[in-house]
């Protein structure tokens, strides 16, 4: 799960849903404040208290910290009990924090000495909606790089594929188109199993935890209006 611009805010892609009643499925609404709670177990929660106090403010947690949680809450082996509409809830914009390279997650999950990742340097954010899934980086509202496609979720698993890509320069917008897409449903076999994907450990009203198909670690918070507006995202994700 490389992070270093858009197209890899995890290597990302994204792509068609398979049929209307996906899309149906996909844009279900669960309203934030009236969300079930997280069904994490006890033993879980300490992690995800972490996880959450890193995401509501960027480098106040150890980075050793924020990497044993991530460890933590992927052993727990949650289960996606709504998940999917958590994560496409309307107006839900997710902010990329922390990113942790393959290599460091998994040394740390045997106890290895190894790296522990970093807080993002840049203003990055993603979303889920019925128009599907866009990935970018900001720069206030000087400049702006996203990518955008369709995506399926099945349980912890999310597919991509990126058809366009836009270019934000001040108030203007550029698309371009990248490549054909395809549903899901016409992809051989094979082509289908080498999109691009997250595979979610976690999924709250306000925190998330995905491995990317390069291994990396990843974790996104719920973005408020201020860092929307403040980045240039708001502007962009109409």
């Given at each position: 799960?490389?992070?270093?611009?858009?197209?890899?805010?995890?290597?990302?892609?994204?792509?068609?849903?398979?049929?209307?009643?996906?899309?149906?499925?996909?844009?279900?609404?669960?309203?934030?404040?009236?969300?079930?709670?997280?069904?994490?177990?006890?033993?879980?929660?300490?992690?995800?208290?972490?996880?959450?106090?890193?995401?509501?403010?960027p480098?106040?947690?150890?980075?050793?910290?924020v990497?044993?949680?991530?460890?933590?809450?992927?052993?727990?082996?949650?289960?996606?009990?709504?998940?999917?509409?958590?994560?496409?809830?309307?107006?839900?914009?997710?902010?990329?924090?922390?990113?942790?390279?393959?290599?460091?997650?998994?040394?740390?999950?045997?106890?290895?000495?190894?790296?522990?990742?970093?807080?993002?340097?840049?203003?990055?954010?993603?979303?889920?909606?019925d128009?599907?899934?866009?990935?970018?980086?900001?720069?206030?509202?000087?400049?702006?790089?996203?990518?955008?496609?369709?995506?399926?979720?099945d349980?912890?698993?999310?597919?991509?594929?990126?058809?366009?890509?836009?270019?934000?320069?001040?108030p203007?917008?550029?698309?371009?188109?990248?490549?054909?897409?395809?549903?899901?449903?016409?992809?051989?076999?094979?082509?289908?199993?080498?999109?691009?994907?997250?595979?979610?450990?976690?999924?709250?009203?306000?925190?998330?935890?995905?491995?990317?198909?390069?291994?990396?670690?990843?974790?996104?918070?719920?973005?408020?209006?201020?860092?929307?507006?403040?980045?240039?995202?708001?502007?962009?994700?109409?």
């Open positions: 799960m490389r992070v270093a611009s858009c197209p890899s805010v995890h290597s990302v892609r994204c792509s068609p849903r398979a049929a209307p009643s996906q899309r149906a499925r996909l844009a279900v609404v669960v309203p934030w404040a009236s969300a079930a709670p997280a069904t994490a177990p006890p033993a879980v929660e300490g992690a995800l208290s972490v996880l959450r106090s890193a995401a509501s403010k480098g106040s947690v150890r980075p050793a910290d990497l044993a949680a991530m460890v933590a809450v992927e052993k727990a082996k949650l289960k996606p009990d709504g998940w999917e509409a958590k994560l496409t809830a309307a107006n839900v914009r997710w902010r990329l924090i922390y990113t942790v390279p393959a290599k460091d997650i998994t040394a740390a999950a045997k106890k290895q000495k190894g790296g522990s990742g970093s807080y993002f340097p840049m203003a990055a954010c993603q979303k889920f909606d128009t599907g899934f866009e990935n970018g980086v900001f720069l206030g509202g000087l400049a702006s790089l996203t990518f955008k496609g369709p995506f399926q979720q349980g912890k698993v999310v597919h991509f594929d990126v058809p366009s890509m836009s270019i934000g320069v001040g203007w917008r550029f698309t371009i188109p990248i490549k054909a897409s395809k549903p899901f449903s016409e992809l051989p076999k094979k082509d289908f199993k080498a999109l691009p994907f997250f595979v979610y450990a976690y999924v709250g009203d306000d925190i998330v935890v995905a491995r990317g198909r390069s291994g990396g670690v990843a974790l996104w918070g719920r973005a408020d209006a201020q860092w929307l507006a403040e980045s240039g995202a708001m502007a962009v994700y109409k």
